[in-house]
């Protein structure tokens, strides 16, 4: 990082570092070998051997931010007096933590989002949306599960619209303001949000797991009292098809 009076350090590993090395990666890409015959067609002679030589800058190596337990809990504790003070930023953190959404879904993110799945449960659907100016970033669509009965009945009671309405900047408020009230328990810059979508994942994993343990429980139970040999008859035969725990 240059300061006033500093000198440009390459030698030494920086976190801007590895967002600099990803836009060389992408100018690059455009001189690819693979479009050495296309360029060639258009009369554009270009040296390929040399011109995919790139001295990266040395990296930090990426890590996942650690949020210790209390750290956690001190969010947690938090979250009244934001949602008091600042909704719009309670329900990008919200949502973040119990729909794990990305910043850039969260700040398009609308009321018409917002579906019921078969069994239920209130969820938002991301697909491409090109009225709303939004592209989903993997090309695929996917719905996300609230697991928060709080985030829930907030959500209905907005207003059709932007579920996030800001005034200002959005790119600002999503980029900046909602990372600098979360580093005060999530370490890394410019991470909390994207590490909130992270403990989102690992508590629908770790729900997950229990709802399999319990059903295969369950299962066992049924067979025991059925008398069977083995759960295959006790679920074929038996038992209900299993659904989802979400």
Same mark, same amino acid.
């Given at each position: ?10 030698s030494t590993r920086q976190h801007q570092n590895r967002g600099i090395n990803s836009a060389i990666r992408m100018a690059v890409s455009i001189f690819h070998t693979g479009l050495h015959q296309g360029y060639e067609r ?10 995919? %030589? ?14 210790? %337990? ?12 934001? %949602? ?18 990305? +910043? %850039? ?38 719905? +996300? ?11 209905? +009671? ?39 979508? +992270?403990?989102?994942?690992?508590h629908l994993k770790d729900a997950t797991a229990l709802a399999v343990k319990a059903e295969l429980a369950g299962i066992e139970a049924a067979r025991q009292a059925a008398g069977h040999t083995t759960s295959r008859t ?13």
């Amino acid at each position: 990082k240059v300061r006033q009076g500093g000198k440009l350090d390459l030698s030494t590993r920086q976190h801007q570092n590895r967002g600099i090395n990803s836009a060389i990666r992408m100018a690059v890409s455009i001189f690819h070998t693979g479009l050495h015959q296309g360029y060639e067609r258009a009369g554009i002679g270009l040296n390929f051997e040399t011109i995919q %030589k790139v001295q990266w800058l040395p990296e930090i190596p990426a890590s996942l931010a650690v949020l210790e %337990k209390d750290a956690e809990q001190a969010m947690y504790d938090a979250l009244p007096a934001l %949602k008091e003070l600042d909704r719009p930023m309670w329900r990008a953190v919200m949502i973040a933590r119990y729909s794990g959404l990305r +910043a %850039k879904e969260i700040k398009f993110s609308a009321k018409d989002w917002l579906e019921r799945s078969p069994s239920g449960i209130l969820q938002i659907r991301i697909i491409d949306r090109p009225d709303q100016k939004f592209w989903n970033k993997t090309g695929r669509g996917w719905v +996300a599960p609230i697991i928060s009965a709080e985030l829930e009945e907030d959500l209905l +009671a907005c207003p059709d619209g932007l579920l996030v309405p800001v005034t200002g900047s959005r790119d600002w408020f999503f980029s900046h303001l909602c990372n600098d009230w979360l580093r005060k328990f999530i370490p890394l810059p410019n991470k909390g949000l994207h590490r909130l979508r +992270a403990l989102y994942l690992e508590h629908l994993k770790d729900a997950t797991a229990l709802a399999v343990k319990a059903e295969l429980a369950g299962i066992e139970a049924a067979r025991q009292a059925a008398g069977h040999t083995t759960s295959r008859t006790t679920t074929t035969h038996y038992l209900p098809q299993s659904t989802s725990p979400l």
